[in-house]
């Protein structure tokens, strides 16, 4: 599998991550073995980049769901392995009853942060995102809490999500950013449009695009809504899933897609989608 590098953080990761949400969220998840299985799986194809949140989990009481499961995927691991997975979480995120509710809270981060490094079995998380700005705590001090944790050695490289142009520059003021993890799918170019993917790349962030599938329901529905990658996917004997991954890693070398997956089907399709050889005006049509 392609590497490519994560920012300005010094570390490699695979050019396809994989998002594990689909592994806790959705109501009929697998179970923990089949999850553990996906993520062993997905390690076995060459994906070397994990992407996961306290709250990817069905409501407040099992918060740390998805950190737990992978964790416990890793720790199965044998050292060599496991020392070339990076793993990305994320804080500032809560779900009372099921609900997706911000606490950017500096106290909130702090504590996810300690939570999260039992999760995950670490002792310094790879990449901390936090998971989107808070309306009502200034985007600073959360942003300040990330640079605590990590000047107390607790998180290795700071991440956003979910955030603007001028967001990205007030938090660099604070810290050092590595990543950027806003959505983008073949139905959602914003980053293209607001300016966030050219100025990731010209500040040597990674850029992480969040359901690149279109999300978990509509990734299924990918061909029906764009023809244009049912005619690709059948001309290069691959599926439409994988004519997107492979347009997103040719758009930019700072772009990491991390598509979700609840199969091992998935992640096998996924980490292939490197390998196809698309000409230039194949290129051209699918950025019209
Ligand atoms: N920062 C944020 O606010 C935010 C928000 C949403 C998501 N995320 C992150 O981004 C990741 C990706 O987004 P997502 O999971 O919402 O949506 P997605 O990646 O667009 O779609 C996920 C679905 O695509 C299917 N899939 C994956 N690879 C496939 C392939 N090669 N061929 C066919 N189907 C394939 C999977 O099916 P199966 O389940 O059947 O394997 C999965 O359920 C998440 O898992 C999460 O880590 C972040």
Redesign the pocket.
């Known amino acids: 599998m392609e590497m490519r590098k994560l920012g300005s953080s010094g570390l490699m990761v695979s050019a396809i991550g994989?998002?594990?949400?689909?592994?806790s969220v959705?109501e009929n998840r697998p179970s923990e073995d089949e999850a553990i299985a996906?993520i062993l799986k997905a390690v076995e194809v060459g994906i070397t980049f994990f992407?996961?949140?306290d709250a990817?989990c069905r409501d407040q009481s099992e918060m740390g769901h998805n950190e737990r499961l992978i964790g416990k995927a890793l720790s199965r691991l044998d050292s060599s392995t496991r020392s070339k997975i990076v793993v990305a979480t994320?804080a500032g995120?809560v779900r009372p009853e099921g609900r997706w509710e911000p606490d950017g809270s500096p106290a909130h981060i702090k504590a996810a942060c300690d939570t999260a490094l039992k999760n995950l079995g670490v002792d310094s998380i790879d990449l901390y995102?936090f998971?989107?700005p808070h309306p009502r705590v200034p985007f600073a001090d959360s942003v300040g809490a990330f640079a605590e944790l990590q000047k107390a050695g607790k998180i290795k490289h700071i991440g956003l999500?979910?955030v603007s142009v001028l967001e990205i520059e007030l938090a660099m003021s604070v810290a050092k950013i590595v990543s950027v993890?806003?959505?983008f799918?073949r139905n959602h170019r914003k980053p293209q449009q607001d300016g966030v993917l050219e100025f990731t790349r010209k500040h040597n962030m990674a850029f992480?695009?969040?359901?690149?599938?279109?999300?978990?329901?509509?990734?299924?529905g990918?061909a029906a809504a764009e023809p244009l990658l049912e005619t690709l996917a059948v001309h290069h004997r691959v599926?439409?899933?994988?004519v997107v991954?492979k347009w997103m890693l040719l758009l930019s070398p700072h772009i990491i897609?991390?598509?979700?997956?609840?199969?091992?089907?998935?992640?096998?399709?996924?980490a292939?989608?490197e390998n196809i050889l698309f000409k230039l005006e194949e290129f051209e049509a699918l950025n019209d």
Request: proline share 12%; charged share 15%.
């Open positions: 994989m998002g594990c949400m689909p592994l959705p996906v992407d996961t949140a990817y994320k995120l995102q998971h989107r999500s979910n993890q806003n959505q799918a992480l695009p969040w359901s690149p599938l279109g999300g978990i329901k509509a990734a299924k990918l599926t439409p899933q994988q991954l897609p991390i598509p979700g997956a609840s199969r091992k089907e998935s992640v096998v399709s996924s292939a989608a």
